[in-house]
């Protein structure tokens, strides 16, 4: 029997996220298109976290190898009770946005992935719910603002 993400017997698994992050603004990428500028001047992690932030973990964010690594926790309820982030890049009305980054956790999780408005409603620009497993994999989410 599969444990509830939310079991107290599952308290805490790490996620490391190398985003080679890229919000990219601009026409959303396709074959034989120009590609659109990189939104992000910190996402690959090479030194420093820069301006990302990380709160309601057990642990982190650290960077470890490349990569921005959390100790998340179970049992949080809302999918804003925990979050890494930043809040500097703007987003355009009518622009094309496309969500790009790597991830891998200690076991198996869905995560909300959300480049979204840090204000107002929060409206989710690009996003979506990834299963984040042991393994890395590419993510890449569309959307327009």
């Known amino acids: 029997m599969q444990r509830s993400l939310h079991d107290p017997r599952n308290r805490r698994w790490?996620?490391?996220?190398?985003?080679?992050?890229?919000?990219?603004?601009?026409?959303?990428?396709?074959?034989?298109?120009a590609r659109a500028a990189e939104q992000?001047?910190?996402?690959?992690?090479?030194?420093?976290?820069?301006?990302?932030?990380?709160?309601?973990?057990?642990?982190?964010?650290?960077?470890?190898?490349?990569?921005l690594c959390v100790d998340a926790q179970d049992g949080t309820v809302n999918p804003w009770d925990a979050a890494i982030g930043r809040n500097d890049i703007p987003a355009l009305s009518g622009e094309?946005?496309?969500?790009?980054?790597?991830?891998?956790?200690t076991r198996n999780v869905v995560i909300n992935a959300n480049f979204q408005h840090a204000s107002g409603a929060f409206e989710v620009i690009a996003g979506g719910t990834p299963m984040i497993t042991t393994e890395w994999q590419t993510f890449t989410l569309n959307g327009t603002a």
């Open 14 to 33: 790490t996620l490391a996220a190398s985003v080679t992050a890229a919000v990219l603004a601009g026409a959303l990428v396709s074959p034989g298109a």
């Open 40 to 67: 992000v001047p910190d996402g690959t992690f090479d030194g420093s976290l820069g301006s990302w932030y990380a709160y309601g973990v057990a642990a982190g964010p650290s960077l470890t190898a490349g990569a």
């Open 96 to 105: 094309g946005y496309q969500l790009s980054f790597q991830a891998r956790a």
